[in-house]
């Protein structure tokens, strides 16, 4: 956390805590300054209608009481001259409304400078009487509250700055930790991640999205890395026929003829170059964003028997059943170019590893709500260890069947691509015999 931040913060913490604390002191001098009046204004009810002797006696007793001196009375005639009790001057004060004084008092062998809280109550008799309640106590308490305040806000200060502190440094070390390990995954160790402490707290959240990222990175450059070095093997072979095709042309070739089938093999292997480079300019073109603008309703079980209806006559050469399980309408969001090119390739791979007299079943249906598409074969399936390692360009199995067969190992590459793009996963499951490639569309089925 920046040093600036926790400066506002604490600013902002303090601040409130000396609001609160001096609303408390605020409420608490009103509230008993209330209850001292409440009594001051309930003496005026009492000698407002009391007569001229009766109110000079009970002044004078009223004075002789013990709580005299916290709680004095006086008794003064209109002209303002003392009669009685023991407040000895009438405050120069409006009559009915409470006010401050300060008065004399012995102490002991002492005289102090008391602090009341008066009212002067105007009698029927002409007699004007002035009724104290002493308020040093209520004064006292204030200083002590405003000690106890002070001391608390002490306090709070000390323990705000402190967890401040204690917040920076522990963020100072989080950020080092973090700076440090990011700085080993730009030095190249993709696998690293940043440290996280397994809590819900927002620097861990981030931490983890950023781990997240650092994951697909890391899958994506190893798929760059993959992808380079497939190419780099995979053009190694049409690349020497090319050269050795035009050394041998160069050498031997003496007539028009032999010139012409040296250029007829040298196009041929450059076609396959080029095809290779297509697929894969196919694979980026798909998995770039901006596909997604395409998008519309597609209905599946057609895109299945519009397949079938290209690949059929391929099939029967062959001598191979292919079938289409759809009994409903199975409508997704997508790209139907896509959806056809990915269901094609599935449909290729399976003509190309079916022997003769095997049967291919395409489907189209729902699971749990949710828009699924298989092609099962019934060929030599795909071990489980494979299964993952066919998705990746270039790829060709270990069998001899799949290195015999023409391709460039981008098919399924192509189709982990699209299914990508359509939020769809793509699962590879044993057909018993066979293979069952599955897309799991993530996305709501579709209202038919």
């Known amino acids: ?38 009594r001051l204004l309930g003496e ?28 004095p009375y006086g008794a003064f005639d209109a002209n303002g001259r003392w009669l009685a009790g023991n407040i000895p001057m009438l405050p120069d004060e409006r009559e009915g409304k409470p006010f401050y004084y300060d008065q004399a008092v012995a102490d002991g062998n002492r005289v102090r400078d008391a602090h009341f809280r008066g009212i ?20 006292n308490f204030d200083r002590m ?25 522990m963020s100072n070390r989080r950020i080092r930790a973090i700076s440090l390990t990011a ?9 690293r991640r940043l440290p996280t402490r397994g809590t819900h707290h927002d620097l861990d959240r981030l931490v983890g999205i950023v781990n997240l ?23 190694r072979t049409p690349m020497t026929h090319l050269r050795a095709g035009l050394e041998r042309a160069r050498r031997r070739a003496d007539t028009v003829a032999g010139y012409e089938n040296a250029v007829d093999a040298a196009i041929l292997q450059s076609d396959v170059v080029l095809n290779r480079f297509t697929a894969l300019l196919r694979i980026a073109e798909i998995e770039a964003d901006g596909r997604r603008a395409s998008f519309g309703d597609v209905s599946l079980d057609t895109v299945l028997r519009d397949v079938v209806d290209l690949y059929e006559p391929a099939a029967e050469q062959r001598g191979l059943s292919v079938s289409v399980q759809a009994p409903e309408t199975v409508k997704v969001r997508g790209d139907v170019d896509l959806l056809f090119g990915a269901v094609e390739n599935l449909l290729d791979n399976a003509l190309k590893f079916t022997p ?11 699971d749990a709500g949710k828009p699924v598409l298989h092609v099962a074969d019934s060929g030599p399936g795909i071990e489980v260890g494979e299964r993952e390692a066919v998705l990746r360009p270039f790829y060709r199995g270990p069998s001899q069947q799949a290195r015999a067969t023409t391709g460039h190992g981008l098919g399924l590459s192509l189709v982990a691509a699209i299914a990508r793009v359509h939020d769809a996963d793509l699962e590879i499951h044993d057909n ?17």
């Open 120 to 139: 002067i109550v105007p009698t029927a008799s002409g007699l004007r009487i002035v009724v104290g309640h002493s308020i040093d106590e209520i004064r």
């Open 183 to 191: 700085g080993e995954i730009m030095a190249g160790q993709l696998s």
């Open 213 to 235: 990222m650092l994951d697909e990175i890391e899958r994506l450059v190893a798929e760059v890395r993959g992808v380079c070095a497939g190419i780099a093997h995979d053009l």
């Open 145 to 169: 509250l405003v000690n106890v305040l002070c001391v608390g806000l002490t306090l709070t200060i000390i323990l705000a700055v402190g967890c401040g502190a204690a917040l920076n440094a």
């Open 356 to 366: 003769g007299g095997g049967t291919i079943t395409l489907g189209a249906g729902t």
């Open 432 to 448: 018993q015999p066979g293979c069952k490639v599955v897309l799991r569309f993530r996305g709501c089925l579709l209202a038919r």
């Open 44 to 71: 005026v009810a009492e000698f407002r209608s009391i007569g001229r002797d009766e109110a000079i006696s009970d002044v004078a007793a009223l004075s002789r009481r013990d709580v005299a001196s916290s709680r």
């Open 1 to 38: 956390m920046h040093i600036s931040s926790i400066t506002w913060l604490l600013a902002v913490f303090i601040s409130s805590a000396i609001a609160l604390f001096g609303t408390l002191y605020w409420v608490t001098h009103g509230y008993l300054l209330h209850e001292v009046d409440e």
